[in-house]
C-alpha cells in the first residue's frame, strides 16, 4: 500500500528543496515524449502536452507545531487545442500530495479503464539520494504520468484532469478518506443497520461504486459471503463472467506480464554491462595515457618514441570510446525503458480487472439479496395463509420486505449497468493496449537495433583509425 498523501508530502519536507536556476517552463524533453501511446480521441489532431518545472521550496506555517511544514511544489505548464479546456495555455502550482488526490479521484470515477500508475514515493531513496538529484527524478516522474494520462483518449479529457491544469490555487478536487476513518464511519453505522433502525439494502446511488471503501460493513460481509460462496458453495452464482474471449485474453496478458518481467531483467542487464564495459575502457585508457606518458619520458630511440606515441594514440581512443559507450547506454535506455513502462502499467491492467471482478460480485450479491426477499415473503404469506383474517404482523413485514425489493431492483439495474459499463472498457482498453504496445514495440526495437548500428560503427571507426595510425607509424 502506498503512503497517504501526507505521508508523502512529509517526505518533502524532509527534502527541503533548493530552489537551482529556473528552467523555461516551456521547454522539457520528457514532456514531449509519451512512453505508452494510446489510440482514440475524436481528432487525430487534437493535442495535450503538459511540462512539470521550477521545484519550489514552501514553509506552512502549522501554528501548534515547533516544526514548519516544509514541502515542494511544482510548476505545470500545459498546452492544448482540445475544445473541451476552453483555452490554449495554462500553469498552475501543484504538490505532490495534488498529484496523489488527481489519481485517486481518477481511479474512482473511471473504473474498469486501464489508468496509468502515478508515481510512488520512496522514503528509502528521499534519505539516500542527494536532495536535488531526488526532486529532478520526481519532477521527470510526475512529467512522464502526466504525459501518459494526456495520451489517454478518455482521462485527456476527464473533468478532474482539466481541474488539475486549469484552477489555480488550492485543487477543487476532494481528497479520498483514508480507509481507516472510512471504517470507523462504517463501525458507526454498523449497529443501526443491525438494530432495524437503517437500511441494510443497498441505495441505487451506491452500487455503482465498490464496497470495499469500507463505509458500509454490511455490504462488505454480504459481498464477502457471495465472494466464499461463489468459490465454494454447491449453487452456481446467479450471473457469472461468461465472455470467454476476455477471459482468455486475460489470461494472455498474464504470461505477457511474465515475458516483461523477464524481457526488462535482461534488459537492465545488458543496461549494466554495457556501462560496465564503457567504465573498464575508459580506465584501460587513462592507465594508457599514464603508460604512454611514462614510455615518453624514458624514451631514448626513435623506436621507443614512436612506441610511445602508439600508446597515447590507443589510450586517447580508448577514452574517446568509453564516452561514446556513456552516449551508447544512455540512447539504449530510451529505447529498452519501454519494457518498463509497459511492465508498470500491467497493475493498472489488474486494477481495471479487479474492477470488473467487483462489480460483477456486488451484481451477483443483489441478486441473491433479492432472491433471499422473494423467498421470504413467500414464507411470510404461506403461514399468514394459515391463521384466520390473515397475520398482521406477517403482512407488515411483507410490505417492509416489498419496499425493500423496490430499492434492490434499482440498485440491481445500477450495478447491472455498471458492470456492463466496465465491461465494455475493459474490452476497448484490451484492444487499444495490444495495438499500442505492437506499434510501440515496433518502435523501441527498430530504434535499439539503429542504436545498436550507428554506436558500434563509430566505435570501429575510432579504433580502425588508431591501428591505421599506429601501423602507418611503425612502417
Known sequence: MS?????????DGFLGAQSGPEPDPRVSDSSREVPISR???????????????????????TGSSLVPNIYVTYLVVSHTNIPEYGGTEFSVRRRFRDFVTLADRLALAYRGYFIPPRP????????VMQKQEFIEQRRVALEKYLSRLAAHPVLRKSEELRLFLQTNGKLPLQPSIDMASRMLDGAAKLPKQLF????????PQ????????????IRIFKELRQSVTNDWGASKPPVVEEDKEFLEKKEKLQDLELELTEASQQAEALIKAQQEVGDVVGDLGLALIRIGKYESQEATGNAQKVHATDVKRLATAAVKVSRFYKEFNAESCKHLDHLHDYLGLMQSVHTAFSDRSSALLTLQTLMT?????????????????????GDRSSNRKVEELNDSIKTAEKSRDKAQEEYERIKERNRSEIENYECDRQRDFFSMLKGFVQTQVTYNERIASVWSKAFEEAGSASV
Open 369 to 389: 439479496d433479492l432472491s433471499a426477499m422473494h423467498a421470504r415473503i413467500e414464507k411470510l404469506n404461506a403461514s399468514s395463509s394459515k391463521t384466520f383474517g
Open 120 to 127: 510512488d514515493k520512496s522514503i528509502v531513496e528521499s534519505q
Open 196 to 203: 432495524g433502525d437503517s437500511s441494510t439494502v443497498l441505495a
Open 206 to 217: 451506491e452500487a455503482s461504486q465498490p464496497a470495499k471503501g469500507g463505509r458500509d460493513l
Open 39 to 61: 489510440n482514440g480521441g475524436n481528432s487525430s489532431q487534437e493535442f495535450l502536452t503538459m511540462a512539470v518545472t521550477q521545484p519550489q521550496k514552501i514553509q506552512e506555517s
Open 3 to 11: 503512503p497517504s498523501a501526507d505521508q508523502e508530502d512529509d517526505e
